[in-house]
């Protein structure tokens, strides 16, 4: 796994401390201090507090990943002075000798000294089509080894190879669209586009029209300024995930990007490969069926065993259970591969030995191995050929059953899926009667629903994909049709897989995921790495991802009422030319008590509930009615102030409470429904408010409320809190997919 997926400490302070709310802040501070405005300036300090935090649980988060990555990095076999070396892909050297077999990552260009190999370079060519290399061929890195072994030449270090550089970009890049941090850079390009001209507006109208004094105008226009910008909320969305990713590492789930912790949290449909995923992957020959004399069908074996190139599970299930003990000289072999499903062996004598899938190697398979293949076993056939391998000219010799234990966890795990509303499919290269079955015993719904896709069209996998739910032989090309397929039927898909023929459909997928004794492919290709490969621990990944989405969701609601009704105020302000009604330091305050401290511990608790729509469009339809009542109430003292007694210092208490109290009705709304945890929040939140406007009205600059004002007070927050209710904001059309975007 390559550190280059994680930020970099210098990284993690830029994007930190190099923002556009950030910039914004400190040129309002920057105003402030010019104009010795110094109490107002507080709002930098919770600026700051806010970046401090944000890069401490980063840092502490790329720490986590950096662990994790240790344990799950890949290492290369090299041969160096005649000893072998087991070492990390970024220690190569030009002219290293080093070893390739099925799964392998070829990490640096190299050219091929000894042996044969099939290669996957869709990742540099687009082919998914294997490539056959022999000796003297030149491997690029990035390339996958699908079948075969080799040693290979390094044509340089692994850092200064040009398609290495590609490839890790292509990695780390892919999939990386964040809703969260997509919708907040659409916030900052919309207050970017008001906050400019409304400022310079205001200071005009201030300076020109009002003839207002330089510290006034300043004051005045900064307060407008600021209560646009939702700054907490940027914190609020670095601090969550990094603290998710935090959780994750302790289950040892590596997270490799920070916003990779939302993409499963948005997944309705689950896509599992059978064998090392809903199986523990571990293959052992259970029986052995000879149609030969014993002897000679383990010779001919113990030859199989010498001279294949095989290094996949079932060839170590079949090294495991039979002995190397005499054999046949060998002229040939033909590794196995996914899209063959047999590999071979050509005797000395002329004849090639075949080991393979029963549908490659006759053209019917009996009722007694269809029974065996439906207990979930899988079940290989031996056979003997001269000429062309197709089922007319081979001889079957034997039959092999071979099995593999579910993964003990598996049917607590498929249930959770089902209760948060997840579909469940197994996409695998076995035969479907077994992985239907392997499906049935790990508790996936409408098992029976099984097709071969031996036989089935690239044009035709749009219109079964949602038909079944166990896809049986599927080819590595098929299983990213499969998932490209259901994209386009309108699912999120997540892909779990370990092995090389994964790799297509992981990099489709809308999150991927590799269990840790998976390939090196499949690890460096997925967003997240189960590095004990316990299956178990999709469900804290998706919990923690819901986590995030939808307390962030519920909190966002509350911070862009400022946001509103800042941007509405100011255009009021500037159409009647009155002051902005509010001081720096109280939007400050509002900031802390209603806004952050509700939202921050809210954001920690436990809320795994499928998210349903995007996070801008529900937080903003949210936000609209208590932001536009805060407006109509501002816009009612503004205009009626003259006619009803109330001079410029209580009519702009009175909309500094309604304000406040319309406000904490979202933190209310936010919170329901309640619990002790939310229950305490809002009530804190309702009590924080109260209690500093009567005990530090002297620091927020509020002067005592006249018996008029106190008259008005309940009638202007009862209108406010009535258009709350009453302003309903029609579901807007769209989910926020952001899957053209990634």
């Not at 080894?145 to 080799?150: H, L, Q, Y």
């Not at 990779?260 to 997944?267: F, I, K, M, R, Y």
């Not at 034997?398 to 249930?415: H, L, P, Q, Y």
């Not at 599927?474 to 039927?489: D, F, R």
């Amino acid at each position: 796994m390559n550190n280059s997926t994680a930020k970099t400490i210098p990284q993690i302070l830029r994007e930190n401390i190099c923002t556009i709310f950030n910039l914004l802040n400190v040129l309002i501070a920057v105003a402030l201090a010019v104009v010795g405005a110094w109490k107002n300036i507080l709002f930098i300090l919770v600026i700051c507090m806010n970046t401090a935090i944000g890069i401490v649980q980063e840092i502490k988060a790329k720490r986590q990943i950096e662990k994790l990555t240790l344990l799950s990095l890949p290492k290369v076999l090299v041969l160096r002075e005649g000893q072998e070396y087991h070492i990390s892909p970024d220690e190569m050297n030009q002219g290293d000798m080093f070893c390739l077999e099925s799964g392998s990552v070829v990490c640096c260009d190299s050219k091929i000294e000894s042996g044969a190999v099939e290669v996957n370079e869709s990742i540099l060519t687009g082919e998914s089509e294997p490539v056959l290399k022999h000796a003297g061929d030149v491997l690029l890195s990035g390339s996958t080894v699908i079948s075969g072994k080799c040693q290979a030449e390094a044509i340089c270090g692994s850092g200064d190879s040009f398609t290495s550089k590609i490839v890790d970009e292509v990695k780390t890049t892919k999939q990386s669209g964040s809703e969260l941090f997509m919708s907040m850079k659409k916030v900052t390009k919309f207050t970017s586009f008001f906050i400019v001209p409304l400022g310079v507006l205001l200071f005009i109208q201030g300076y020109f029209f009002r003839n207002m004094s330089l510290s006034g105008i300043v004051v005045s226009t900064s307060a407008g300024l600021l209560g646009m910008l939702p700054k907490g909320l940027v914190l609020l969305i670095s601090i969550g995930l990094a603290v998710g990713v935090i959780h994750l590492s302790k289950k040892n789930v590596l997270v490799r990007q920070l916003h990779s912790l939302e993409n499963l949290a948005h997944c309705d449909t689950v896509c599992l490969d059978k064998t090392g995923t809903l199986t523990e992957g571990t293959l052992t020959v259970e029986s052995v069926f000879a149609d030969i004399d014993d002897q000679e069908f383990e010779k001919l074996m113990s030859t199989y065993l010498k001279y294949t190139e095989d290094n996949n599970a079932t060839y170590h299930a079949l090294n495991h259970y039979f002995k190397k003990g005499e054999s046949y000289a060998s002229l040939a072999t033909v590794p196995f591969s996914s899209e063959r499903k047999y590999s071979a062996v050509t005797l000395d004598n002329g004849q090639t030995l075949v080991i393979g899938a029963p549908e490659k190697l006759c053209n019917s398979i009996a009722c007694e191995v269809s029974d065996i293949m439906a207990e979930g076993k899988r079940v290989i056939f031996a056979g003997l050929c001269r000429g062309e391998v197709n089922p007319e000219n081979i001889t079957l010799i034997g039959m092999i059953v071979i099995s593999d234990k579910v993964r003990k966890n598996a049917k607590e795990t498929i249930a959770y899926f089902y209760s948060q509303d997840m579909d469940v499919k197994v996409i695998s290269g076995d035969n479907p009667y077994a992985a239907a079955a392997i499906a049935k015993k790990a508790g996936i719904r409408n098992a029976e629903l099984y097709i071969d896709m031996s036989d089935i069209s690239d044009e035709d996998i749009t219109k079964i994909a949602d038909q079944y739910t166990v896809f049986g032989r599927v080819t590595p090309k098929q299983k990213k049709l499969l998932i490209a397929a259901l994209q386009k039927n309108g699912h999120k898909v997540a892909m779990t897989g370990d092995g090389v023929n994964d790799l297509l459909a992981m990099r489709q997928a809308d999150c991927s995921a590799a269990m840790g004794n998976g390939s090196d492919a499949a690890k460096q290709t997925a967003q997240l790495v189960l590095i004990n490969s316990d299956f178990s621990v999709l469900k804290d990944v998706i919990s923690e991802g819901r986590r995030v989405i939808n307390n962030l969701t519920k909190s966002a609601g509350v911070f862009f009422i400022k946001t509103i009704y800042s941007v509405l105020l100011c255009m009021l302000c500037l159409v009647l030319n009155a002051n902005f009604p509010f001081i720096p330091i109280q939007i400050t305050f509002i900031d802390a008590v209603i806004e952050a401290f509700p939202a921050f511990f809210m954001s920690f608790e436990k809320n795994d509930h499928k998210p349903s729509g995007s996070f801008l469009k529900t937080a903003i339809r949210a936000a609209l009615p208590n932001g536009i009542a805060v407006s109509v109430c501002c816009a009612v003292l503004l205009l009626a102030a003259g006619h009803i007694g109330l001079d410029a210092a209580q009519s702009s208490l009175l909309m500094y409470l309604s304000v406040g109290f319309i406000s904490l009705a979202g933190v209310i709304k936010a919170s329901l429904p309640f619990n002790m945890l939310r229950g305490f929040l809002a009530l804190a939140s309702v009590l924080g408010f109260v209690c500093a406007v009567i005990f530090f009205a002297g620091l927020l600059q509020l002067p005592a409320l006249s018996h008029t004002g106190a008259l008005l007070l309940p009638a202007i927050i009862a209108l406010g809190l009535i258009l709350a209710v009453c302003i309903q904001i029609p579901e807007w059309k769209g989910t926020g997919d952001l899957r053209s975007s990634q």
